[in-house]
């Protein structure tokens, strides 16, 4: 039987996954979900209740979107994605990056944050990448796990304003990197920019 997926589609977390399991043609069972009504299936392999969560035809359930890539990667790797793997970047975005992002895009959702204050840190973060994506990629001219591990969050940052990445922002190796992901074929196509 199939590895079955739970994933809902805009989460830049269930993208990551969803992008390595394609590359590596991993045949799924994929069950998008809403997060507002989760299956009590997903939940009892993952009380924990985000996406994705993978169940494995052994019963292993990988319940971090990094674990179902690195997963997903060892069972094909046609890209040589493994070949690049930046852990401390990759914790970084997803730590204060998302958490920046989540108040940039979503502001009142939250009490006190201030969404241009916010933008201008996720703004400094991808200046440090900019001179790293002179080649194009994060470590050269091919793509690699910490890429495709990044770019579904930068997708979420330029649609919270995306008039305003495209002409104000600035850092043109950061906007073709996006836009390279964004039309593949290097990177399995991300979901369009609709929210
Ligand atoms: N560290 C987890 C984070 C996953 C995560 O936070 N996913 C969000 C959606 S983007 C989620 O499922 N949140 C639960 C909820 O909103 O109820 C991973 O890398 O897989």
């Not at 985000?50 to 990094?66: F, N």
């Amino acid at each position: 039987m199939a590895p079955l997926l739970y994933s809902f589609r805009r989460c830049p977390y269930a993208m990551r996954a969803r992008m390595a399991l394609a590359a590596a043609e991993i045949e799924l069972r994929l069950r998008e979900i809403v997060l507002r009504d989760k299956p009590p299936h997903m939940l009892d392999l993952s009380p924990k209740g985000t996406v994705p969560v993978l169940q494995l035809p052994d019963g292993t359930v990988l319940d971090e979107s990094r674990d179902v890539m690195a997963w997903a990667l060892a069972q094909a790797d046609p890209q040589g994605w493994l070949a690049h793997k930046d852990e401390a970047l990759m914790d970084a975005f997803d730590g204060d990056f998302k958490h920046h992002l989540d108040r940039y895009k979503y502001t009142s959702r939250y009490e006190d944050a201030d969404a241009p204050t916010h933008r201008a840190m996720c703004f400094e973060m991808l200046q440090k990448l900019e001179p790293q994506l002179a080649e194009g990629w994060l470590a050269g001219d091919k793509a690699g796990f910490t890429d495709v591990a990044l770019l579904p969050f930068v997708r979420q940052f330029r649609i919270a304003d995306p008039a305003w990445f495209d002409t104000e922002m600035g850092l043109p190796h950061v906007q073709s990197w996006l836009k390279s992901a964004l039309s593949g074929p290097v990177v399995p196509v991300l979901p369009p920019p609709s929210g």
